[in-house]
């Protein structure tokens, strides 16, 4: 298989995005991460973080604002349907899975996160790749960070554990996260990123 692009998925702490620009740097792709949401933002006239935000999962109030902006009453004066409140901003998502898909077409290029595997699914040339660790080590890792400690940390982790797979559901409608959506998952928890790099790299020349 000659790889062209390469989807990288990962969960925070588990050093998808370092593992991304080392692969990328190692094959002499683009790597697109940020890229995809400006230029989803281009497309809809938008600012970079109205497209991002889009993609974190909003309050419940909020969702129910929006469901009863969206969902005309009905005569009795009940929205006529809840099922809009699982339903992330539709012009926004259908965006992003478009500028990720022109972007794979284009080729030569490492996309982090956004769950672009999803879309790309039977991509020719295509590589997707898990990127995990346990919410041990990945909370280890963040409290190294400036500003976090061991308690923030693991919130942190489980906050975005729970965000992700909310974003595959009102995204992809991806219920249930399985290793088969992927064709290597690697846990990073004693995996060195350099080796974790070499090993996508040259699963991507084979």
Not at 31 to 36: K, L, N, P, Q, V
Not at 65 to 70: G, I, K, T, V
Not at 78 to 93: K, N
Not at 142 to 153: N, W, Y
Request: charged residues 25%; glycine residues 6%; hydrophobic residues 45%.
């Amino acid at each position: 298989m000659e790889c062209k692009v390469i989807s990288i998925s990962r969960s925070l702490g588990a050093a998808g995005e370092e593992i991304g620009r080392l692969v990328a740097k190692e094959l002499g792709f683009r790597y697109a991460d940020e890229e995809i949401i400006v230029r989803a933002a281009e497309r809809a006239g938008v600012s970079p973080q109205a497209v991002a935000a889009a993609e974190h999962t909003p309050g419940l109030v909020t969702r129910i604002l929006e469901a009863m902006a969206r969902t005309p009453p009905d005569p009795e004066g009940w929205a006529s349907s809840a099922v809009a409140l699982a339903d992330a901003p539709p012009d926004y998502a259908a965006l992003i899975g478009q500028v990720i898909v022109e972007t794979a077409r284009e080729g030569n290029v490492v996309i982090v996160a956004h769950g672009a595997s999803i879309p790309l699914a039977g991509t020719p040339g295509l590589l997707r790749v898990l990127i995990t660790g346990s919410p041990e080590t990945r909370a280890a890792r963040l409290s190294k960070s400036p500003g976090m400690d061991e308690r923030k940390a693991k919130k942190a982790i489980q906050d975005s554990d729970r965000e992700r797979a909310e974003y595959l559901q009102r995204f992809y409608n991806i219920r249930d996260e399985r290793p088969a959506h992927y064709d290597i998952v690697l846990n990073t928890d004693v995996l060195p990123f350099s080796k974790a790099a070499a090993l996508i790299a040259a699963a991507a020349r084979s």
